[in-house]
T-cell receptor, first 115, second 111 residues
């Protein structure tokens, strides 16, 4: 089944403890992206990657890192999480087709709580 | 970055009725997409309309796009209880390899 898999689904952590949220897709998509969703703010893009070894900042990149060493994986790293990073996180992917004419496939989300 | 803005924010309708949501945006786009999200779950792509298209259908969904007004509408016909969800529009801007989302419309279909 074509899908984007995020892990973990739920995570409670303490301020300052480094964590990684993994994202993997099995559709051979070139483009991958991370979003966070907060009440009243909708979805905001954190980072995106057009292809392997190519990453760019989205709208809210502060406090996050990403890497794209392989096509299928795009982990989100929080080096020193803070309570304002408590949120629902989504990974998404798509093909880099002409004009990006395909919709995105989203993962099921990771609910992160930083205390 | 630009964002789509949906109107109305919340909609409650009876099963069988039609639901219409609007979205406005600010800059030139390659395409506009609509997504559905069931409570706290991942977003599901519903339909994509290109900037040179004016209307598109997919099952009970009808999307229109007016680039002169920078607006789009999503119509769900003959709604069902299973259509209860949040609906987001998202714009893929020209020269910008990113998808910007609006804040979403919550639709409740009452059986």
């Amino acid at each position: 089944e074509a899908q984007v898999t995020q892990n973990p689904r739920y995570l409670i952590t303490v301020t300052g403890k480094k964590l990684t949220v993994t994202c993997s897709q099995n559709m051979n998509h070139e483009y991958m992206s991370w979003y966070r969703q907060d009440p009243g703010l909708g979805l905001r893009q954190i980072y995106y990657s057009m292809n392997v070894e190519v990453t760019d900042k989205g709208d809210v990149p502060e406090g996050y890192k990403v890497s794209r060493k392989e096509k299928r994986n795009f982990p989100l790293i929080l080096e020193s999480p803070s309570p304002n990073q408590t949120s629902l996180y989504f990974c998404a992917s798509r093909h880099n087709r002409q004009g990006a004419l395909s919709g995105y496939t989203f993962g099921s989300g990771t609910r992160l709580t930083v205390v | 970055s630009q964002q789509g803005e949906e109107d109305p924010q919340a909609l409650s309708i009876q099963e069988g009725e039609n639901a219409t949501m609007n979205c406005s945006y600010k800059t030139s786009i390659n395409n506009l997409q609509w997504y559905r999200q069931n409570s706290g779950r991942g977003l599901v792509h519903l339909i994509l309309i290109r900037s040179n298209e004016r209307e598109k259908h997919s099952g009970r969904l009808r999307v229109t796009l007016d680039t002169s007004k920078k607006s789009s509408s999503l119509l769900i016909t003959a709604s069902r209880a299973a259509d209860t969800a949040s609906y987001f529009c998202a714009t893929d801007a020209r020269g910008n390899n990113r998808l910007a989302f609006g804040k979403g419309n919550q639709v409740v279909v009452i059986p």
